[in-house]
């Protein structure tokens, strides 16, 4: 079953705030640079099962 993931305002903030250098706020921008790739990754797998 397909899952939406939802990130809260605080994580996108952290995620776009280029003056953010902790390091929490690189751990979440490299969390949320791995979930991207991720879903490009099962994105790219549908459409190869869908053709």
Same mark, same amino acid.
């Given at each position: %079953?397909?899952? +939406?993931?939802? &990130?809260?305002?605080? /994580? +996108?903030?952290? !995620? *776009?705030?280029?003056?953010? *250098?902790? !390091?929490?706020?690189? =751990?979440?921008? #490299?969390?949320?640079?791995? &979930?991207?790739? =991720? /879903?490009?990754? #099962? &994105?790219?797998?549908?459409? +190869? *099962? %869908?053709?």
């Amino acid at each position: %079953m397909p899952r +939406l993931i939802i &990130l809260d305002s605080g /994580v +996108l903030g952290i !995620i *776009t705030n280029p003056k953010s *250098t902790s !390091i929490e706020s690189q =751990k979440c921008k #490299l969390w949320y640079r791995d &979930l991207l790739e =991720k /879903v490009k990754i #099962l &994105l790219y797998r549908k459409l +190869l *099962t %869908m053709k």
